[in-house]
Nanobody, 115 residues
Framework: QVQLAESGGGLAQAGGSLRLSCAAS????????MGWYRQAPGSQRELVAS???????NYADSGKGRFTISRDSAKNTVNLQIDSLKPEDTAVYYC?????????WGQGTQVTVSS
């Protein structure tokens, strides 16, 4: 099993930046793929960005250019940097881990962007 805990969400102004972190209970290098998803009110959960155990990254169109996914081996975290925040980035952001063909989710962290 993998337990995930997100942090770093909150209220931010448009144009600002936020850095979300996801701490995993297993080494992030043992997890096939980790990713960040988001779900806005009334919308489906959507992929923002993902990173494989080899370090290969993938971004959804909504995440390209303003979102950066990275790993911190010392802290065993996967991070999501969001720059040039927009009100439409308001959502609950979830960390996900695909480990041994099972997908695990964190509890989510709320990001609210004011205009």
């Amino acid at each position: 099993q993998v337990q995930l805990a997100e942090s770093g969400g909150g209220l931010a102004q448009a144009g600002g930046s936020l850095r979300l972190s996801c701490a995993a209970s297993r080494s992030i290098f043992d997890i096939t793929t980790m990713g960040w998803y988001r779900q806005a009110p009334g919308s489906q959960r959507e992929l923002v960005a993902s990173i494989t155990f080899t370090g290969s990254t993938n971004y959804a169109d909504s995440g390209k250019g303003r979102f950066t996914i990275s790993r911190d081996s010392a802290k065993n975290t996967v991070n999501l940097q969001i720059d040039s925040l927009k009100p439409e980035d308001t959502a609950v952001y979830y960390c996900s881990a695909n480990y041994q063909n099972v997908r695990y989710w964190g509890q989510g962290t709320q990001v609210t962007v004011s205009s």
